[in-house]
């Protein structure tokens, strides 16, 4: 065990925004984000496999769960990312990935980042950046399911094919 280790509060957020190797890698590069994991929210099917959820019964999205630290990055940071990497305003799909597992979705741990949440997509609305209308949905966290290994750190693991 090291000597003088702080122990400093880490938190959690959890999005949704299209195929989750992309989103992770774009996440995993932030100063703050301490850890990046690829899975599954927003079903009721339980223990779901990546075939299961591909079928489009399960109503689960791929999803990134984020663990970083506040005092590096907030969470305001983490949406304005968000809104940044994907096409908000595309339903059930980014890109050639069709699908209710790629759909946009912000999914909240407290009521804090519910505020916080559901300003900046106001915000991004007010903007006019998007002549179509934004269809991230915003609710909040259930139980996570890690996708399997071979999808953790997909890109970074497989970078020739990328």
């Known amino acids: 065990m090291q000597k003088n280790m702080v122990n400093k509060k880490m938190e959690k957020a959890t ?3 299209g195929c989750f190797w992309g989103v992770e890698e774009a996440f995993s590069k932030i100063k703050g984000v301490k850890e ?3 899975g599954y929210m927003g079903g009721d099917y339980e223990n779901p496999s ?15 769960e984020i663990k970083y630290e506040p005092e590096e990055i907030t969470y305001e ?3 304005e990312k968000f809104w940044e990497i994907h096409d ?7 890109g050639p990935d069709v699908g209710t597992q790629y759909r946009s979705v912000i999914f909240y741990h407290n009521n804090e980042q519910k505020n916080k949440a559901e300003k900046s997509k106001k ?8 002549n179509k209308p934004i269809e991230t949905e915003i609710t909040d966290a259930k139980k996570f399911y890690k996708a399997e290994e071979y999808h953790q750190k997909y890109i970074k693991k497989n970078k020739r094919l990328f």
């Open 15 to 17: 999005f949704a925004a």
């Open 36 to 38: 990046t994991t690829v």
């Open 50 to 64: 990546y075939e299961d959820v591909c079928s489009n019964k399960t109503g689960h999205a791929e999803v990134v």
């Open 77 to 79: 940071e983490l949406l």
């Open 88 to 94: 908000p305003t595309q339903k059930n799909r980014q």
């Open 123 to 130: 915000n991004l609305e007010k903007s006019n950046k998007y």
